[in-house]
């Protein structure tokens, strides 16, 4: 765990404290299992999102995704009769062409990132609401599906399984960014494209991959939360997802330039997020202002994390200077 | 047909420039060494000399960039130390340089009045259009533009945007138009056109400093010639006495040197890499020949911009190719990527480092591991300590200096950076190994170690390319030369011809010296 890792860890402990302190139902199971539910779903997003960033990326058709990839397992499942098995693999598959899709346009045919992503949010919704006709997919009164129910919204021994399906997401990508060659080409990538491939990379397919598996992973946690709703009004199902996922990534120190950023930071960005969500409901803060604190903290989070680094940059030509004398 | 340096001949106008005893040293280097010369009104001065000849530190000194260590620079009399950027100005000297510095966004009028722009509106600090357009006219009228004013930057040809750069100097009031390169990118007819515009500014009795390396242009507008060779004025020609071959022996200063150190003789091996009819992008229309043998040392010279760089880039699969065929030992090459050249063990030492050698914010052992790096993992998962051991290796082969293998690329000398670029390639099997000026920017200790490496490679068996514009080294350093002029190889030179005149002749578009030796023109 790096040291920005660490003290994004003391500010969620710190945090944790003051509220707990505040209003100590903060601290109740039934609140931490609704806040951990949250964390395990926007966390998946989280990670799909830091794969694209750290190539210098952003995917910003998250939301509309979410919503679009929603109701179509809703209406596999709920109106097709779709075995659930079968509408969950077909969802993710198609989650993985979208972010293919999106890779090429930006690796092979230079598209920017924020362009192809930008469209990918108009198009999803407008198809989402086309699909709906502009209504709700839900579930028919007493349509059940146990096991997708527990896997997706139920508890084991009292924790949220999509806390659980988080916390082995992330295993398996910690050791995919970190420990992979994969991993080591992206953080190339991030750094300085043109030198990854003069050094024989094929950067575009590795690009490619990283819209892949951001794709993956956000037709997952689509699933994740349709089952957590239940019932899908895709003209504001998942609505600023993507930037939920967006400042959950740069809280934990990515770089929107690519090439920084570590897993753990991802998933501690989004923690801090759903906790200060908590907070506002829990200290009676009015909801409207919801955004704003979010806003404010990630702001002030940054500014600290930069003026840090300023001062320890300062301080390393200091000494330097000092041990020249 | 040399005079001698005399301060000025007796049929110039009154000069309003003079430049006394400038000399200016880099640590290491004499870059301008005792250099007089007169500016007069209206006459156009051809500047000559090879790459690395001072010309651009004399340039530099005239727009008061850098001050000379010693002499005198006299502007309508009055003696100055040096320049600023200031004065230089206000003494009307301007400059257009080979890279064009217009914002091709805007159109003519913005750019040539950028940052001076007629206002209106008062307080609201307006810009008025149409006083703007009506203010750049004459000067468009006077550099003799077929364009208006309002026509975007963009939609012009090369000759043209640099006619809105010298449009820009006149509305400056310039008196001494300093033309950087000009041609080197323009096409023939494009060409012509600006010689004209040149021709019109000596009419319109403002002067113009013209550099080139193509000659006979130099000829066609030049009154009389400067030849600078290794920081000093080796050479002055009037108007009677330029003549293609004057120049081009001052330029060299044949009988100066002795034949430089040459490697020792070698029997040259199979031929390694083979490229028949390759096209490059930067110059679709021509074609290159290249066979590098095994075990040679293959120097490609040639000025800046004949294509040597776009021609390596293409060997090693960066560019895709326009036309022809490679081979590696015998089969053709796809070579749709980097990676495949990599995967056949062709690998580049890059121009530019820092954007394309290594990566910076990597340590010594993820840049040497990051070609080669699946044969540091297991299954799929990096190991270190394997990356870290063959670091290691090459740290202390390549005398790497460094404190540990984890220290940051960034944070080493430019010669330590670019050891840490041949290492990556050395921790694999080379058998082509192209390097792009590989000792640019590294100091002399540096360099003879990267001589040394090079040789034990092609003595190793590896093919080795090495493109350079510095001719000391391609002549000592090579087994084989070709020379590159406009896209093409214009010949290759064997051990018995090397010389610098034959190679400065083949890269200007000639053929090399009878006198020593058949030089074999390229096909």
Known sequence: MSKKDL????????????VAVIN?????????????????LFGILS??????????????????????????????????????PLALMLIIVFGGVIGLAHGWLIARLKLQPFVVTLCGLLIYRG?????TKDGTAGFAFGQNFPSLEFLTAGRFHGVPNSFIALIVISAVMWVLLHRSVFGRYLYAIGKNEEAAKYSGIHTDRVVIAAYVICGVLTALSAIYFAMYTRSISPASHGQFYELYAIAAAVLGGFSLRGGEGSLVGAVLGTVL??????????????????FAVMGGVILLGVLIDQQWSVFRAQRLVAEAARQQQ | MLKTPVPSGPAEPAPFLALDGIRKTYPGVVALESFSMRVAPGEVIGLVGENGAGKSTLMKILGGIVAPDQGTITVDGAAHERLTVGTSMQAGIAFVHQELNLFDNLDVAANVFLGREPLKGGPLRLVDRAALRAACEPYLKQVGANFPADAPVASLSLAQQQMVEIAKALSMKARLVILDEPTSSLPVAETDKLL????????????????????????????RVLVMRDGALVGRLGKDEISHDAMVKLMIGRALKAREALAPARQPGSVALSARGIRTPAYPHRSVDLDLRRGEILGLAGLVGSGRTELARVLFGIDRRLGGTIALDGPPLALAAAADAVANGIFLVPEDRKAT???????????????????HARRFLVSPRSEAGTAEVQKKNLAIKAPSVATLTGTLSGGNQQKVVLGKWLA????????????????????????????SLADAGVAVLMISSDMEEVIGVSDRIAVMHEGRISGYLDRDDFSQENVLLLAIGKSAGTEAGAAVPAA
């Open chain 1, 7 to 18: 003290g994004l860890l003391i500010l969620i402990l710190v945090v944790g404290v003051v």
């Open chain 1, 24 to 40: 100590p139902r903060f601290l109740l199971p039934i609140n931490l299992a609704n806040t951990s539910n949250l964390i395990g």
């Open chain 1, 47 to 84: 990670i799909g999102q830091a794969f694209v960033i750290i190539t210098g990326g952003i995917e910003l058709s998250v939301g509309s995704l979410v919503a679009l990839l929603g109701v179509l397992f809703i209406d596999m499942i709920a109106t097709r009769g779709m075995a659930w």
């Open chain 1, 127 to 131: 198809v989402a609401r086309f699909y």
């Open chain 1, 273 to 290: 997020l759903q906790e200060l969500q908590n907070l506002v409901n829990l200290l009676g803060i009015p909801s409207s202002l919801n």
């Open chain 2, 196 to 223: 004209d515009v040149i021709a019109g500014l000596k009419k319109q009795g403002i002067s113009v400093i013209f550099i080139s390396h193509r000659l006979h242009e130099i000829q066609r507008v030049a009154e």
């Open chain 2, 357 to 375: 050698g290594i990566l910076l914010d990597l340590p010594i052992a993820q840049n040497i591991s990051l070609p080669d790096l699946r044969r």
């Open chain 2, 428 to 455: 694999m099997k080379p058998k082509v190994m192209i390097l792009d000026e590989p000792t640019r920017g590294i100091d002399i200790g540096a360099k003879a170690e990267i001589y040394a490496l090079m040789r």
